[in-house]
């Protein structure tokens, strides 16, 4: 019984390292198309920019200005539209590929899974329902006591007057300064 079990097991644990295997592969295709779409948007802004700049010094007014950036506008919308699209795309037939493993991995189920899961089954199926016994009736519920009114709130108190500030101290006079005194006249030589 035992090596029995043993090569169950092995087969299973078989069939889920492939099936792992068979999604990595999935997942590896999916990020590398979505890699190569985002890529491809980057580009087309770049380009679009570059386009932009070189026939912005060809415009001599501010409506070809306006005119240029509406249809560069327009081309990149639609491609990045495109890019969305072709992502969406590539992201729903990662999910087809998906479920086709986990349906194909269901249908590949080994027996000793579905064999006790049917034995479960078949015992319940077989076994007696105990009646349920009836619920006793619920009392009536209390109505609740009404609620006290809320008290009014205190009116609040004015807010109090700033004292008036004191007027700024006028600066002292400053003294004058000393006026030199004269000098006193050299002697004249006679």
């Given at each position: 019984?035992?090596?029995?079990?043993?090569?169950?097991?092995?087969?299973?644990?078989?069939?889920?390292?492939?099936?792992?295997?068979?999604?990595?592969?999935?997942?590896?295709?999916?990020?590398?198309?979505?890699?190569?779409?985002?890529?491809?948007?980057?580009?087309?802004?770049?380009?679009?920019?570059?386009?932009?700049?070189?026939n912005l010094s060809k415009t001599?007014?501010?409506?070809?200005?306006?005119?240029?950036?509406?249809?560069?506008?327009?081309?990149?919308?639609?491609?990045?539209?495109?890019?969305?699209?072709?992502?969406?795309?590539?992201?729903?037939?990662?999910?087809?590929?998906?479920s086709a493993l986990i349906k194909?991995?269901?249908?590949?189920?080994?027996?000793?899974?579905?064999?006790?899961?049917?034995?479960?089954?078949?015992?319940?199926?077989?076994?007696?329902?105990?009646?349920?016994?009836?619920?006793?009736?619920?009392?009536?519920?209390?109505?609740a006591a009404p609620k006290p009114?809320?008290?009014?709130?205190?009116?609040?108190?004015?807010?109090?007057?700033?004292?008036?500030?004191?007027?700024?101290?006028?600066?002292?006079?400053?003294?004058?300064?000393?006026?030199?005194?004269?000098?006193?006249?050299?002697?004249?030589?006679?």
């Amino acid at each position: 019984m035992n090596d029995d079990m043993k090569k169950q097991w092995e087969e299973l644990s078989g069939k889920a390292n492939e099936a792992l295997k068979k999604i990595h592969q999935l997942n590896t295709e999916s990020i590398k198309k979505m890699t190569k779409l985002q890529m491809e948007m980057v580009s087309n802004c770049i380009e679009g920019g570059m386009e932009k700049a070189r026939n912005l010094s060809k415009t001599t007014s501010l409506s070809e200005i306006i005119d240029l950036q509406s249809g560069l506008y327009k081309q990149l919308s639609e491609k990045v539209m495109e890019g969305a699209q072709s992502s969406v795309k590539v992201a729903m037939e990662t999910k087809e590929a998906m479920s086709a493993l986990i349906k194909e991995g269901f249908a590949e189920m080994p027996s000793m899974v579905e064999k006790p899961v049917a034995e479960k089954t078949a015992a319940k199926k077989a076994a007696p329902k105990p009646e349920a016994k009836k619920a006793a009736p619920k009392p009536e519920a209390k109505k609740a006591a009404p609620k006290p009114e809320a008290k009014k709130a205190a009116p609040k108190p004015e807010a109090k007057k700033a004292a008036p500030k004191p007027e700024a101290k006028k600066a002292a006079p400053k003294p004058e300064a000393k006026k030199a005194a004269p000098k006193p006249e050299a002697k004249k030589a006679a």
